[in-house]
């Protein structure tokens, strides 16, 4: 199993950009789909985006479709999500998270949780 630790979040103004990061330990990280997440104060935890294992897959929510890219670097063990075109509303802590075989939007889908990286975007 993979433990995962996400790094970049930070204050940005609107329209800004971050690209946050998740490097997972362990040699089995080409067999984990990954995905991104964010939850808001008071709000449910929502899916981001979603990357396969090759890479060569990738889905995103229509909240931040053309705005954020998921990729995936598997010899360095590390997912990333680039942010553009930042706006208040994607303010939230986001979560990377792991799931064996194919990808999913539904956090309960997935097996292992990094900590989490606060994104807070002033307008």
């Known amino acids: 199993q993979v433990q995962l630790v996400e790094s970049g979040g930070g204050l940005v103004q609107a329209g800004g950009s971050l690209r946050l990061s998740c490097a997972a330990s362990?040699?089995?990280?080409?067999?984990?789909?990954m995905g991104w997440f964010r939850q808001a104060p008071g709000k449910e935890r929502e899916f981001v985006a979603a990357?396969?294992?090759?890479?060569?897959?990738?889905y995103y929510a229509d909240s931040v479709k053309g705005r954020f890219t998921i990729s995936r670097d598997n010899a360095r063990n590390t997912v990333y999500l680039q942010m553009n075109s930042l706006k208040p509303e994607d303010t939230a802590v986001y979560y990377c998270?792991?799931?064996?075989?194919?990808?999913?939007?539904?956090?309960?889908?997935?097996?292992?949780w990094g900590q989490g990286t606060q994104v807070t975007v002033s307008s």
């Open positions: 998270a792991a799931k064996i075989t194919v990808y999913s939007i539904r956090p309960n889908d997935y097996d292992t």
């Open positions: 362990g040699r089995t990280f080409s067999s984990y789909a």
């Open positions: 990357i396969s294992r090759t890479g060569g897959g990738t």
